[in-house]
């Protein structure tokens, strides 16, 4: 069964600083990963996705997130938070198995302080 | 381009009363998801439709859930009776015809209380 888990409930880092959020997860075939954000009373919103091929992968606002198989992990980063990053942030998986059923992680609320 | 259109974006029900959320997806988007999102918790899926047919709805609550798409376009989500526990807020999200690599584009969300 598929599963995806934030080990973080929040992430708190200064302003221009690097960040990480962490997420691992585990299917049954390749998956497919996404990152989404969610800011106060708004939906979600992606930010980036892996399908295949280069393990770095980049999106929105700067953000990159890096694929690592051999420890199933999908880690969220940027090289430089901005106060206007703190929100709350989830990432999802899908298997190629069939379905597509997408499983989100609980979420990381990440903070960056001015 | 516009985007995902929920409605109502608030509402407060009292429990065994019924309520219906309507979706309107992208235009074009075959793929369309209901999601319930209880507070501290990710968003956890109900129901997927492929144009107005269920992929999946192996999460749905089928004895107060229901959910249909007409035509392939709108979506409503109906909850009856409710129930305490349903209070959540609840995404809608569409994307194009169903790969498993397209990312989904969500609605606001409805939020509702069940006093």
């Known amino acids: 069964a598929q599963s995806v888990a934030q080990p973080e409930d929040q992430v708190n880092v200064a302003e221009g600083n690097p960040l990480t959020v962490k997420c691992t997860y585990s299917?049954?075939?390749?998956?497919?990963l996404f990152w989404y954000v969610q800011y106060p009373n708004r939906g979600l919103q992606f930010l980036l996705k892996?399908?295949?091929?280069?393990?770095l992968v980049k999106g929105s606002y700067g953000f990159e997130a890096e694929f690592n198989k051999s420890q199933t992990s999908f880690h969220l980063k940027k090289p430089s938070a901005l106060v206007s990053d703190s929100a709350l942030y989830f990432c999802a998986v899908r298997d190629d198995t069939g379905g597509f059923k997408t499983i989100f992680g609980a979420g990381t609320r990440l903070f960056v302080k001015a | 381009e516009a985007g995902v259109a929920q409605s109502p974006r608030y509402k407060i029900i009292e429990k065994r009363q019924s309520v219906a959320f309507w979706c309107n997806p992208i235009?074009?988007?075959?793929?369309l998801y209901w999601y319930q999102q209880i507070l501290g918790q990710g968003p956890k899926l109900l129901i997927q439709?492929?144009?107005?047919?269920?992929?999946?709805d192996s999460q749905l609550p089928k004895d107060r859930f229901s959910a249909e798409r007409l035509k392939g376009v709108d979506s409503t989500l109906k909850i009856q009776p409710a129930k305490l526990e349903d209070s959540a807020v609840y995404l809608c999200?569409?994307?194009?015809?169903?790969?498993?690599?397209?990312?989904?584009?969500f609605g606001p969300g409805t939020r509702l209380t069940v006093l």
């Open positions: 439709f492929q144009n107005n047919g269920v992929v999946d």
């Open positions: 299917v049954s075939g390749n998956p497919y």
């Open positions: 999200a569409s994307s194009p015809v169903g790969q498993g690599y397209n990312e989904q584009f």
């Open positions: 235009s074009g988007h075959a793929t």
């Open positions: 892996y399908i295949t091929g280069d393990n």
